[in-house]
């Protein structure tokens, strides 16, 4: 009877059962999907060769660790057993770290923007069989999501001939958009007006930043606008630039207690940040500052560099030597912004009424909170006005305020705050980059000590095989390298190999140029990974700069001045692409711009 139990089982059983592939994953993004009730699917070629032996739609959901709506997602959809069966039963469900796949992640991000006007993650896109984008969306509340998996089910089983032919025309469409016509080169110094004019149109002379809702630091456009400043005096550039600096170091973006900046912030007046701390924000945000601080001969902006700095090297190592990804958004309650956030009563417990109370002024913890969990500490009174106050010396208020700032420091040590590990090639190269401009211009050796220090790590832990990683996850290298890590680390090492000689690290960054123009660019443009396993992302003149500096424009400029023949004609075709993408739309193209700026010099 048992057998035959058994035997009726296994017949009855669905012939193509999923299993979830994440538990226990080098990634922790994606380990912390693995008890999810969806049987998650790895990226790659096995998943698409399931979707198209199953003929059913793949469901790509890409996030990362410190994502807030990421988790909430998690707990609102993916840990409910009704979606759960329905994604297993008709799709074949994807989890992807955005981290680990940034080149298809950065594909799928373009092509929702193009077709329905923004993006941002979690990123869910249903992909066909053959893996044509067919619909998708960012965050949706789980009444919402099951009924868009009950009817895209449906319209899949009755027209699937009709629903295929769609997704196919509309990448069609997409790429008959980015088609180009003719072209007229314009001077670069009319590139370099257009782009001011473009910046200082959508800026914000009165709270800074560019738009008027979301602020994001806007790192690689910050720093184009600071190096053409340099050129040519502009009033109207100065008052936009220094009211962003000083608004993103003093408000919500920043953590004043801790160190470090937040990703963005969810309003115009930078005060409410979305909290996850990000490597690459510490990274590119310390050269704005850097730059800026020697522009406008202000110490207080070197200071702000040197801070963020310094919070990275102390709170970001990881165990291999390298730098971690990110801090979470969330806590282990699943609270936004819980290790940050400050209560009167908290700060009675902590400091006592006469300290407390120093804190909420300096702090600008007064009067109704930042958040229902709590005030975020900003910047509120200065030490001078404190001090007149207390019948102080300003020396002596600064004491005080740095012993308050270590007991709270202290305290929210303990509080728990979830972190990525995973050490990312890419984030590590701006890193070691940023730190080689700190101890140039700062005169401070242990700035390229430490670059020194995570170059020789990234070269032992993530150059195996004359092949480059993307990162190193638990104890062992994860991901395909793509034009952003081999971008971001030949640059990195070209900037440290101006302060500290090495020739071992030398005769890396010229093999890494070499293999990176080899493996990412052709006369057609560039490929941002070797591999694509899915029709559409095909190559691009250049990069465009987003979150992150354009990759293509970082290798392009550590690859200024190289001796090899072969680099020095790829580079010299790369130059000429580039400059139709930075005349159309040279707010999205800084970097490229700075490259053509300094090629021509």
Not at 230 to 240: F, I, M, V
Request: glycine share 8%.
């Amino acid at each position: 009877m048992l057998r035959i139990c058994l035997l009726w089982a296994l017949l009855l059983a669905p012939a193509f059962a999923l299993e979830n592939q994440l538990r226990d994953h080098p990634s922790p993004y994606l380990a912390m999907h693995g008890d999810d009730p969806v049987a998650w699917q790895d990226w790659g070629e096995a998943a698409l060769a399931q979707a198209r032996e199953q003929d059913k739609l793949v469901f790509v959901s890409s996030g990362y660790f410190s994502c807030h709506w990421c988790h909430v997602m998690q707990r609102e959809s993916y840990k409910n057993p009704q979606i759960a069966a329905l994604l297993n039963e008709h799709f074949i469900p994807v989890k992807l770290d955005r981290e680990l796949h940034p080149a298809l992640d950065a594909y799928l991000i373009d092509y929702l923007e193009r077709t329905q006007g923004q993006a941002g993650w979690p990123l869910n896109i249903f992909l066909t069989p053959e893996g044509y984008p067919l619909i998708g969306a960012t965050y949706v509340p789980p009444d919402r999501f099951e009924q868009l998996l009950e009817k895209l089910n449906a319209t899949w089983e009755n027209e699937r001939s009709r629903t295929r032919n769609l997704a196919r025309r509309a990448l069609l469409q997409v790429i008959a958009n980015k088609a180009q016509g003719g072209f007229e080169p314009m001077p670069l110094g009319e590139l370099r007006l257009s782009f001011l004019r473009q910046a200082l149109s959508i800026g914000d002379p009165m709270e800074g930043g560019f738009g008027d809702q979301n602020k994001f630091p806007m790192s690689p456009q910050l720093l184009a606008m600071l190096e053409l400043r340099g050129e040519q005096a502009s009033p109207a550039l100065d008052t936009l630039l220094q009211v962003t600096l000083d608004q993103m170091a003093s408000q919500g973006l920043r953590d004043q207690l801790g160190g470090g900046f937040y990703r963005y912030t969810v309003d115009p007046s930078w005060h409410v940040p979305h909290f996850e701390k990000m490597l690459y924000t510490q990274a590119q945000l310390a050269r704005v500052y850097l730059l800026a601080g020697r522009l406008y001969q202000r110490d207080d902006y070197l200071a702000v560099a040197r801070d963020t700095l310094d919070f990275a090297l102390r709170e970001m190592r990881g165990q291999d030597g390298l730098l971690i990804a990110s801090f979470s958004a969330v806590d282990e309650q699943g609270e936004e912004g819980g290790p940050y956030l400050w209560h009167e009563q908290q700060l009675l417990e902590v400091l006592g009424a006469e300290d407390a109370r120093l804190a909420q002024r300096h702090w600008s913890m007064q009067g109704p909170p930042t958040l229902e969990s709590g005030h975020l500490p900003r910047q509120g009174e200065s030490v001078e006005q404190l001090a007149a106050g207390a019948e102080m010396t300003a020396p002596e208020m600064r004491q005080r305020l740095a012993d308050i700032r270590g007991r709270l420091l202290q305290a929210r040590a303990k509080r728990d705050l979830p972190a990525d590990t995973k050490e990312l090639a890419g984030w590590n190269g701006l890193m070691i980059g940023a730190l080689a401009i700190a101890a140039q211009q700062l005169q401070e050796p242990r700035y390229a000590d430490a670059a020194l220090s995570l170059a020789k790590n990234l070269r032992e832990r993530l150059w195996q095989g004359g092949e480059l990683w993307r990162a190193r996850a638990g104890d062992k290298p994860v991901g395909a390298a793509s034009l952003q890590d081999y971008g971001f680390v030949a640059e990195g090492l070209a900037r440290l190999l101006q302060v500290r000689d090495d020739a071992q690290l030398r005769a890396w960054q010229r093999q890494l140029l070499g293999s990176a123009w080899q493996r990412f660019f052709s006369d057609a443009g560039w490929r941002v990974s070797e591999q694509s396993l899915i029709p559409g992302m095909g190559d691009k003149p250049a990069e465009g700069d987003g979150a992150l500096l354009a990759p293509s424009a970082m290798l392009m400029r550590a690859s200024l001045g190289s001796a090899d023949p072969a680099i020095a004609g790829q580079l010299g075709k790369a130059l000429a692409l580039s400059r139709r993408p930075v005349q159309e739309e040279p707010f999205w193209h800084a970097s490229h711009l700075l490259v053509l700026r300094e090629a021509a010099q």
